[in-house]
Structure formats: C-alpha cells, structure tokens
C-alpha cells in the first residue's frame, strides 16, 4: 500500500469551497484569464462542456441572492482571485455584487456549449480589451485543473476497495485531522440553514421536527413520522448543509472530489454518528478517512462529473463509514457498498439545484439503511442485478452506467433542460 500516495490524494481532493462548484469553476477560470490579461476585460467568451453548463444554471451564486453564470463570470473578472481555487469569490461583498451588476451592464459574456469539448469537465474563458490585447484560460478534468498554473497534482489511481480499507485503518491520525474539521466545517453551514431561509428549507423542516419537543409547538404529521432520532438529525444537517451552499449562501464546506455536496454527503453522517454514540478521535478519523477514500476511489472510475448523481457515491462512502463505526469490518463495509449498488445505481444528475438536497436525504437515508443491513450480514447477492460477489467489480459496474452508458441521458437531460417552455 502506497501511503504517502493515498495521503497526498485526500489532500488534493477534500478541500474547502464556497457555493456550487461548477459555476465557481467557471469563475476561477475567467479570474485567471484577467489575471493575465491585467485589467477588466470588455469582452468575456466562456466555452463549455455539458455537464458544467447543466450544473451551472440554477444555483446560488454565494453572496448575491442571484442564480446561474452570468454574475459569477462578472464576479470572476472583477473580485474573483485564482489563488483562492473553488474559494474563487471568496471576498465577495455588497459593494462588489453591486459592481458586479453594473459590470453586467455593459459586458454581456457570451456563454457557449462546447460541442467538441474534450473532456466532460471542461472550461475555456477568452477574455480581451477593445485594443484586440486577449488572454485566456482553460480548466480541464478536475475543478481546479487550471492549464497554465503549475500546481502538483497526484496522478494515483486507487487500486482497489481493501487499499481503501487498510490506509484508513492504518493511516497516521495527525495526517487526517483535517477529515474531523472539514466535518465540522460542513455541520456549520448545516447549522446556518437553519436560521435562514434557503432553497427548500426541507433541513430546516426536518430540524423543526427533530426539536419539537423543546417547543410548545403542536405536533405536526411529520413528527409522527420522523421525531427526535439520529436518524432525522442525519437527515435534516445533510441536506441543510446542501440547502444553504445550492442557495448561494456565503459559507464554506468541504467537497470531495470537486462537489461540496460529496462532501457533505460523506462526512455529516459518519460524524454525526459518532457525535451521538460517544465514539473516541480515532475511530470517528478512520470512519472519516474511510468514508472520504472510498468516494474518491469511486469517481476516480466514473468521472468528476456524469449522468449518475454525485450522491450516490458519496452516500457510498458514508455507508462505508457508518458501517465501521457500527462495529463492521471489511466483510460487512463490502455488504454495505453492494446494498448500496443494489438501490441508488439509477438516480439521475440532472443539474445542480435546490432540490439536490432531496437527492441527498435519499442518499443517506439508504446509506444509514444499508450500513444497519450489512451489521445482520443482509446484502443483495450476486445474482441481483449489477452486484457481483467481488466489490471492486460491482464498484465498477455502477461507476462503467455513469460513464458509459448513461453519456445518451445525459444529452437528453440537457437538451430537456434547455428547451422547457
């Protein structure tokens, strides 16, 4: 086992983000390309591919109660800074958003599908003055995968599921630390849902619920259906977390491999969890270091971004971590990954949204279900569907649909999307 390699990988891939990644990956993209051109473009060309252009539409651009690309490309081109990577707006005030807006007035980007785009993760900002000076930028297969910035990145590929099992098991917890306050992080802007009004409001519902008994409140149908549990809890911060951040709320989470709602989804659960059963620092790490590994092992095979919902593996990985901390090992984490499989293997990304945080709450939900089945050594065999008796097969299998097989739905998403009257 390759430590200092799969370390190096969680360090590049759970980092913090500010809003949806997709739209803040155009922003970072057009930053860089100012940056070169050294001054506020007057004309902003932005080139994508599909999937960015899908997720980009109908999120909240942090700190601008507005939706979609335009303000963060405006953003992008006067406040945004490359440095910062999917933090790019982070310096994003009222006096900018104000001047942002009257930049728009004046500088309308041209937004485009790249139809040739080279990658399913792809941007190209072309920015220039009236003087014909030009500049431009290009992000291609990671979020921060800037062409003409020099950073490090790790090229190790995950060989297979028991890899992921021994390093978190074995891994030195002074080198994942970072996984408990990334958890944290993510809890925060779960906890700042509540006290706002953001996207649906479905965590701030469920919180209303799970904490009734502390009002004087009547109880509603809801409370006789979900009540003060671990479970509504789980629930209610996960997609809290993902109501405040698809509503543009000016708060930082931890993503996982390029998507702030991987992230949450993989690390609320296991860490509420282990809040709520008293577990010590180190086992509430390894079901962190767990948990996070195991969904970049699994986009590493399907992509940064598919047809498949991010939150079906992301759930994936906080199955893994749940069923540790209940006491499992690799035997029982491998039925929790089949039980998995054997459900969520047909959910759809059709855009990044609101109503992501539905999506996410049906991942969990069945990550907490499937962990619970796998403690009573319950799990789909390999006679159901795309399971097989080996994990790492069955993995694939899922992550070959996303890939391979679901690229036609993927048109037909965008081209719904795109054409709804």
């Known amino acids: 086992m390759r430590t200092t390699e799969l370390l190096t990988l969680l360090h590049q891939e759970v980092i913090p983000a500010i809003g949806c990644t997709e739209p803040m990956c155009v922003a970072l993209c057009v930053a860089r390309a100012k940056e070169q051109l050294g001054a506020e473009p007057d004309h902003i060309k932005v080139y994508l591919s599909k999937n960015i252009y899908k997720n980009a539409m109908a999120v ?4 601008t ?9 405006a953003l992008g081109a006067t406040i945004g800074k490359s ?13 900018a958003v104000a001047y942002a807006k009257k930049y728009l007035q004046r500088v309308t980007p041209e937004i485009l599908v790249a139809a040739d785009a080279p990658d399913m993760l792809y941007v ?6 009236q003087d014909d000076k030009t500049a431009e930028s290009v992000i291609q297969g990671t979020h921060t995968g800037l062409s003409n910035v020099n950073h490090e ?3 190790y590929i995950i ?3 028991r890899e992921v099992y021994d390093f978190a098991l074995e891994v030195a917890l002074n080198d994942v630390q970072f996984l408990m306050e990334g958890a944290k992080m993510n809890m925060a802007a779960a906890e700042k849902s509540f006290m706002g009004s953001y996207g649906h409001g479905l965590g701030r519902l469920l919180h209303t619920v799970s904490n009734q008994h502390l009002t004087n409140a ?3 149908q809801m409370s006789n259906i979900f009540g003060d549990t671990l479970f509504t809890k789980i629930l209610c911060y996960t997609c809290g977390a993902c109501d405040a951040r698809m509503s543009g709320a000016m708060v930082p989470v931890m993503s996982n491999s390029g998507s702030g709602n991987q992230g949450i989804s993989c690390s609320i659960p296991v860490y509420l969890y282990a809040l709520e059963h008293n577990c010590d620092e180190e086992l509430t790490l390894r079901a962190l270091t767990l948990s996070n590994l195991t969904v970049i092992y699994m986009k590493q095979s399907l992509g940064r971004l598919s047809a498949l919902c991010g939150c079906v593996v992301a759930a994936t990985g906080s199955a893994a971590g749940l069923t540790y901390l209940m006491g499992g090992q690799y035997d029982e984490i491998t039925f929790a990954i089949k ?3 054997a459900n969520l293997s047909g959910m759809i990304c059709d855009g990044a949204k609101p109503a992501c945080a539905l999506k996410v709450t049906s991942g969990v939900a069945t990550a907490v279900l499937s962990a619970s089945m796998a403690m009573h050594h319950s799990f789909a065999e390999a006679t159901e569907g795309i399971v097989e008796n080996d994990i790492d097969r069955t993995i694939h299998n899922l992550t070959r649909i996303g890939h391979d097989g679901m690229c036609q739905t993927d048109d037909l998403i965008l081209d719904i999307m795109t054409h709804k009257e």
């Open 60 to 63: 909240g651009i942090p700190g």
């Open 65 to 73: 109660d507005m939706i979609g690309l335009p303000i963060a490309i």
């Open 83 to 95: 440095e910062y990577q999917l933090e790019v707006l982070r310096d994003t005030t009222p006096a």
């Open 124 to 129: 190209k900002a072309v920015l220039s003055l």
């Open 153 to 155: 990145q790790s090229s």
């Open 159 to 161: 060989h297979s599921m």
């Open 218 to 220: 009547r109880p509603s």
């Open 339 to 341: 039980n998995m499989v």
